[in-house]
T-cell receptor
Framework: GIQVEQSPPDLILQEGANSTLRCNFS?????LQWFHQNPWGQLINLFY???GTKQNGRLSATTVATERYSLLYISSSQTTDSGVYFC???????????FGKGNQVVVIP | NAGVMQNPRHLVRRRGQEARLRCSPM?????VYWYRQLPEEGLKFMVY????????ESGMPKERFSAEFPKEGPSILRIQQVVRGDSAAYFC???????????????FGEGSWLTVV
């Protein structure tokens, strides 16, 4: 099946800092989504972005489908940004999302 | 604007008992998915259903696990004769459609945490 690799696995940020999370995937995709799992376990949908660039407040994402990677940018990080960020992809022909192992982000005040 | 609703949020079962997890998709969504998250891991696909049909159950263990999405009512994930290794968070998700559009976005519920003692 399709492989998803996320980097870095762990990241500690000072409040106010910017960061970039990366997701590499091994095949063409029909669906790519970024999620934030907060410390309470809730999985929040951030972006549906199989290609192109989107922005939502302090977060933005870019997917370069031809090169099989996606980036999630967090600007002016806040403590509420702490948690695990998951990239998930689905190949053409099915809607089964394959998840990466996540980026564990801790934002310290 | 209710999202994907799951219950119970937390469930404790003794080994050998049955666990039933329920999921109501977002309004208007007819595609339902179940995923399992083991401790310190990402989510793994289990099963994909549409109303009254199992479309893809390739991620579901062959024994003790079953899922349904009846014409009326929520989707149910059923685990019979639970064992300690079934302890995990079970997430339900739904989407409006399957295809190349923003309607393909998959929305997740808050999860059901199963603990087997």
């Amino acid at each position: 099946g399709i492989q998803v690799e996320q980097s870095p696995p762990d990241l500690i940020l000072q409040e106010g800092a910017n960061s970039t999370l990366r997701c590499n995937f091994s095949d063409s995709v029909n669906n790519l989504q970024w999620f934030h799992q907060n410390p309470w376990g809730q999985l929040i949908n951030l972006f549906y972005i199989p290609s192109g660039t989107k922005q939502n407040g302090r977060l933005s994402a870019t997917t370069v489908a031809t090169e099989r990677y996606s980036l999630l940018y967090i600007s002016s990080s806040q403590t509420t940004d702490s948690g695990v960020y998951f990239c998930a992809v689905a190949p053409y022909g099915n809607n089964r999302l394959a998840f990466g192992k996540g980026n564990q982000v801790v934002v310290i005040p | 604007n209710a999202g994907v609703m799951q219950n119970p949020r937390h469930l404790v079962r003794r080994r050998g008992q049955e666990a039933r997890l329920r999921c109501s998709p977002m309004k208007g969504h007819s595609h339902v998915y179940w995923y399992r998250q083991l401790p310190e891991e990402g989510l793994k696909f289990m099963v994909y259903l549409q109303k009254e049909n199992i479309i893809d159950e390739s991620g579901m263990p062959k024994e003790r696990f079953s899922a349904e999405f009846p014409k009326e009512g929520p989707s149910i994930l059923r685990i019979q004769q639970v064992v300690r290794g079934d302890s995990a968070a079970y997430f339900c998700a739904s989407s409006l459609e399957q295809g190349q559009s923003s309607g393909n976005t998959i929305y997740f519920g808050e999860g059901s945490w199963l603990t087997v003692v």
